[in-house]
């Protein structure tokens, strides 16, 4: 089992950058495929971005695309979301979750941090 911690969300302006941590504990990080997901307020939750174990694949969302960049560091067993240009449409709480499994196979995530806030004001 892995713990997941989330920190770095705030208030920004529009076109600000901010950079979202997401600190495992536990199994090792590096088994695991992370992703963030994001939920806006009366919206569902949504995975936005996702890196395999070694760091070498990823996925991004098409409204993040461009903008935003997954990474993991796992001798630090720590993954990261930088977030460039954002737009008050990425207000949500971010979520970073692992989950074992195939990478690119669908599969739910198993483990997930409390999340953080991200606001955007326009």
């Known amino acids: 089992q892995v713990q997941l911690v989330e920190s770095g969300g705030g208030l920004v302006q529009a076109g600000d950058s901010l950079r979202l941590s997401c600190t495992s504990s536990?199994?090792?990080?590096?088994?695991?495929?992370m992703a963030w997901f994001r939920q806006a307020p009366g919206k569902e939750r949504e995975l936005i971005a996702q890196i395999s174990r070694t760091g070498d694949s990823t996925y991004y969302k098409d409204p993040v695309k461009g903008r935003f960049s997954i990474s993991r560091d796992n001798a630090k067993n720590t993954l990261y979301l930088q977030m460039n240009s954002l737009k008050s449409e990425d207000t949500a709480v971010y979520y970073c979750a692992a989950r074992g499994g195939i990478y690119g196979e669908r599969r739910a995530y198993e483990y997930w941090g409390q999340g953080t806030q991200v606001t955007v004001s326009s």
């Open positions: 536990g199994r090792t990080f590096s088994i695991y495929i």
